[in-house]
T-cell receptor, first 113, second 110 residues
Framework: DGGITQSPKYLFRKEGQNVTLSCEQN?????MYWYRQDPGQGLRLIYY???????QKGDIAEGYSVSREKKESFPLTVTSAQKNPTAFYLC????????????FGPGTRLTVL | GENVEQHPSTLSVQEGDSAVIKCTYS??????FPWYKQELGKRPQLIID?????GEKKDQRIAVTLNKTAKHFSLHITETQPEDSAVYFC?????????FGKGTRLHILP
């Protein structure tokens, strides 16, 4: 998991602004994931991508967008349409084969002011 | 789809005692069950996992058991130490994804 980086560590946003969270991995993993973590809610899947130029919605995709132009990178944009964006965001990656064991980045804590 | 239930949500044990966290899953096709430990403000880290072809796996003070018939699996931590204090997540695979439980906050009391 040391091969996955996220930036920034802390991010502050004003209401109505879009922000983009960075996730990079050098593990040569094909699959990448974005999760949102709220207290007592566990890890909820936002988007995931199994291959470059392709991605699928997770359970809570509304108000978020992603791109996967490179294998190493999977940025997440939190748009102004996301009504409650304050949360801890975790990126993960895995091989694109069973059992899809996931390794996490250090996370970005987003706070809307 | 897969649903993973985890209990208890909070657990306090005396240092040196054992801790047990239990999870159930709904999809009989699930065949991979990882456990993650997350310390405060840090990333979840894989601590142990088990596949459906075995009933138990052990790694030093931690062990996981799996009952496929009943669709439940458990994490056992023996001889607990202060550094075991964290949030623990169980998970099960569903197709090409991993579904997580809501977590158990484990407190080790001095």
């Amino acid at each position: 998991d040391g091969g996955i980086t996220q930036s920034p560590k802390y991010l502050f946003r004003k209401e109505g602004q879009n922000v983009t969270l960075s996730c990079e991995q050098n593990l040569n993993h094909d699959a990448m994931y974005w999760y949102r973590q709220d207290p007592g809610q566990g890890l909820r899947l936002i988007y995931y991508s199994q291959i470059v130029n392709d991605f699928q919605k997770g359970d809570i995709a509304e108000g978020y967008s992603v791109s996967r132009e490179k294998k190493e990178s999977f940025p997440l944009t939190v748009t102004s349409a996301q009504k409650n964006p304050t949360a801890f965001y975790l990126c993960a990656s895995s091989r694109n084969q069973q059992p899809y064991t996931q390794y996490f980045g250090p996370g970005t804590r987003l706070t809307v002011l | 789809g897969e649903n993973v239930e985890q209990h208890p949500s909070t657990l306090s044990v005396q240092e040196g005692d054992s801790a047990v966290i239990k999870c159930t899953y709904s999809d009989s096709a699930s065949n991979y069950f990882p456990w993650y430990k997350q310390e405060l403000g840090k990333r979840p880290q894989l601590i142990i996992d088990i596949r459906s072809n075995v009933g138990e796996k052990k790694d030093q003070r931690i062990a996981v058991t799996l009952n496929k018939t009943a669709k439940h699996f458990s994490l056992h931590i023996t001889e607990t130490q202060p550094e075991d204090s964290a949030v623990y997540f169980c998970a099960a695979n569903r197709d090409d994804k991993i579904i997580f439980g809501k977590g158990t906050r484990l407190h080790i009391l001095p």
